[in-house]
């Protein structure tokens, strides 16, 4: 059967994972880009050699044979996108965080089901071969009954302005990186439902250029008893750092992703790449190789890749995305009240953040 054909949207960041990993998948072929900057689609879709290249992504939903299309787009525009695809016929991979509020989650949920397409939801952490390995032994029983598990990710602050925008992003590092550890706890666990939220954050470093939370600490309650504590930032000097940590009544696991899987490297001089966000390559550094295999980049677009050829059902899907949209608005009214909020949460909030700043609860700045 011939491979399937995919349309990119976005053409920067994830954009540029998207495009390399799909390059490893056997399965899939790059078809087409749409992205507004006539100079940046052009100039990537020469780099990656995809055929067709738009400014208007309307166009690219007009083209019969694609038959996926990955969303690499600022967060506003998760929805309408997903909406469009779905009325194109159109499989739509969304990154995270899946939409801006509950409400534009469940119009494209609905409206894929009642298309009959996949909505996949592009959480890497629970393809990201190192944590794929620490759940097996889970699973195995190597820790006995697991009763808390940590996950980190924190570097400097994101690469595009409409990031620090929260009328754009929704939110501060709860949004844009504690979704991750969120979904992380749930796939880790099995999918239980959340029973409660408590969360810590403030803006602590660049409140001259967000509303947003560039550090937060956030602790999940599950039904089946055990706990998930997310530590995120925007606020941390030296590039990404991701790790898990796992405990449980027999054992216990630590995961570095970068720095324990790097190149120890000493330079006077500097070099070119160190790892995602780095700001500095002199002295003793981490230098990554592989690195969106080693995040599971290629290893989760091979799996959407799979579901769309042969009908099979998503790891990860909307009502995902949707469940670690629900538990982010949680974190955000938790920090805003100053108490642990229990689920199921119900806002109207048009954006989790707004959970946060409109509270009256003195919090840090
Ligand atoms: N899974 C991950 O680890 C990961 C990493 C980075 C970003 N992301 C997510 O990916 C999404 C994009 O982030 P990014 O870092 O690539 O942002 P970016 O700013 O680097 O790129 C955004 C792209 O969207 C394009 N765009 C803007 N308006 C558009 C429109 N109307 N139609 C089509 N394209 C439009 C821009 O031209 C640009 O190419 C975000 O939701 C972000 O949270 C996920």
Known sequence: MSRVKIGLIGSQFAAEIHAESLKMVPDAEVVAVASPTESHVRAFASKHAIPYWFTDYRKLLEMEEIRMVALSVPNDLHCPITMACASADKHV????????NLREADLMIDA???????CMYAEELCFTPKYVRVKQLADEGAFGRVYLVKQSEKHGGPHAAWFWDVRRSGGGVTMDMGCHAIEFFRWFYGKPKATSVFADMGTFVHSGRTKGDDNATIIVRFENGAAGLAEESWARAGGMDDRVEVFGSD?????????GNAIQTYSEKGYGYVVEKATSSKGWTYTTWEEIWNYGFPQEMA???????NGKQPLETGEDGRAVLELVCAAYASAGRGRRIELPFRTDAERPIDL?????TARPT
């Open 303 to 309: 799996h959407f890749v799979d579901c769309v050829k």
């Open 112 to 118: 894929c089901r009642k298309a009959g397409v996949l």
């Open 356 to 360: 946060w700043l409109d509270s009256n």
């Open 251 to 259: 054992g216990c696991a630590y995961a570095n992703l970068h720095m």
């Open 93 to 100: 991979v969304v990154e995270k965080p899946f939409a801006m």
